[in-house]
């Protein structure tokens, strides 16, 4: 009862508050793939990870798209894990299929 009408009526709110941070957050210098490191001293998130052997003919065009998509804060480690994933595969390009193979897999 009282659980469904809480989930009802909060999580939108906060579904909405996500798409307004991210609206808000989406340009900001700190906040995005190149930023230099944080003044709050975090380290360094200009560096490339290391090239995977999956990794050396690269991610499609359409595969890149798709991954823009992504939250700023999480694309990253989906990079990593889509990447890895690959590499475990033995796929030697990441396609937009890769990517939602990963998704799935990690999702599991």
Known sequence: G???LW??????????LEEHLLGMFRDDFEFNDTAQ?????????????EATPATEGGWTAEAEKELKKVPFFVRGKV????EAFAAAEGRGQITL??????KAHYAR
């Open 2 to 4: 009282a659980n469904v």
């Open 7 to 16: 989930d009802a009526w909060v999580h939108p709110l906060v579904m909405g």
């Open 37 to 49: 490191p944080s003044h709050l001293g975090h380290g360094s998130r200009t560096e490339e990870p």
């Open 79 to 82: 990079r990593r894990n889509t």
């Open 97 to 102: 299929e890769t990517l939602y193979d990963a």
